[in-house]
């Protein structure tokens, strides 16, 4: 499941009768340039900036990500 946790849920005026659950995120782990070269998958790659390396998919639409997904297992 995609998920981004920067984006906030929409507001509306009706209430919910189970009410909003609250889930609690992780927080994200200090690591080196080269323990994150170690932990990325296949389809992530490492984006260096001068203020931060971070790891990122390499295709960020989860349509296309989909799409290669099905094309892999088909050939």
Do not use: H, W, Y
């Not at 507001?11 to 690591?31: F, K, W, Y």
């Amino acid at each position: 499941m995609d998920v981004n946790p920067t984006k906030e849920k929409k507001l509306t005026n009706v209430r919910s009768s189970t009410g909003d659950e609250l889930e609690r995120l992780i927080p994200a782990r200090q690591m080196s340039m080269e323990q994150q070269l170690e932990f990325c998958a296949g389809d992530e790659c490492l984006e260096v900036t001068p203020a931060v390396v971070r790891i990122r998919k390499v295709t960020l639409n989860a349509n296309d990500r989909a799409k290669g997904r099905n094309r892999a297992k088909k050939a």
